[in-house]
């Protein structure tokens, strides 16, 4: 029997092919891509190998079961010695539904590092999903909080918004928080009636870094947010872990944000993959970033924040060179390099080639500079900024 002729119109117009007829040599061509990226590591791709364990999966509806996802969760819980733990889409999901559980009614105030993401990078959230107030500082010691810097922001008394929960980051800008500090901040904390919780979106190359096990490093904290995408390689993904009381009504707000996926097993054997595989890259990953330091240092140019894992911060001013000048050379190599201001990004997929090139390139223009190539060079301008890029030549 024919389809109607009206029906069979809009199937035409419903019809959408989205793999390109090149998609070998383009998907090749991304991972080449993201290899010689320097700008953050969610660029990593999924490999074949990812996709094909990833098929394996179980085909449940996530809302309600799904037996990979479980199992995904299960052994998350167990890895951060927590109760239970939920997948959700992303970072940001993660902090904010963990903002949002911790603080029943507001006014609330959250203190939290000023670099960190939940205050830059989350659109908000604080405000807009809880009505919580946040209270971001600036680290003394131009590294990380310590409760000294903590502990004169917190407000227990008074007619100011009280503080119901201290958020930290870890790494923070690729540094790492000493483990003592945040023992002390926890501890603090706890006396006086206030949740901990820990961006750990980054959490995986502080084990890496300092041998502790996940469960150590998440023991001081209520709720946990830990990231695949960052760093381990898989294509999405976050799970929060704390308390099954905690996690139980995450999930009523996860519903509420949008984020209950359904099919879900596929992400989660992606994670699983990255987790098995790629997190036994983290120490290769951290020894490129410090040879890229050592590289730079070695140009005179001027390192900003050292690289304690993956992420390190530079300044090519002291050889006569602005970031938007480092920036178009190395996207206009014959390979090209993508760079974005003073931060520098090393993951997973990152080649001893694509830093060998980029330093190269940098000693290039350095020598540019001391021919007077062009004639002009490009001391830092005023307040810190570069005159040539624009972009901060101090950040911590």
Known sequence: MSADPTFESIINQVKVDV??????????????LASRCFATDTVTVPTKEMYEYATKASLGDAVFH??????LETHMAHLTGKEAALLVASGTMSNQLAIRTHLRQPPFSVVCDGRSHINKYESG???????????????????????KDISPHVVLVGQSAPTRLICLENTVDGLILPQSDIVDISQFAHENNILVHLDGARLWHVAATTNT??????APFDSVSLCFSKGLGAPMGTCLVGS???????????KAFGGGMRQTGIIAAAV??????????????HALAKCLEQGLRDLGVRILSPAETCILFYDPSPIGIGYQEVQDSAAALPRPITI????????????TEAIDD??????TLKEKMKDGVDGVTYPPGPSGTDAKGGYPTAQF
């Not at 799904?66 to 199992?71: K, R």
């Not at 604080?126 to 909080?145: E, F, K, M, Y």
């Not at 096990?213 to 998440?218: A, H, K, N």
Request: net charge positive; charged share 15%; hydrophobic share 45%.
């Open 358 to 363: 980029f330093l190269a390139l940098l000693r």
């Open 125 to 147: 959230g604080a405000a807009l999903h809880t009505g919580a107030h946040l209270i971001p500082i600036v680290p003394s010691n131009r590294h990380h909080l310590t409760l």
């Open 244 to 254: 099954k009381a905690f996690i139980q009504k995450a999930k009523w707000f996860r």
């Open 19 to 32: 793999v390109s007829p090149t998609h070998d040599v383009d998907n090749a061509r991304q991972l080449e």
């Open 272 to 285: 699983a993959y990255a987790l098995t595989y790629n997190f036994p890259q983290l120490p290769r990953v």
């Open 213 to 218: 096990p996940m469960s150590v490093l998440c």
């Open 340 to 351: 974005v201001g003073p931060r520098l990004v090393v993951h997973i997929q990152m080649t």
């Open 66 to 71: 799904d037996p990979s996802t479980q199992a």
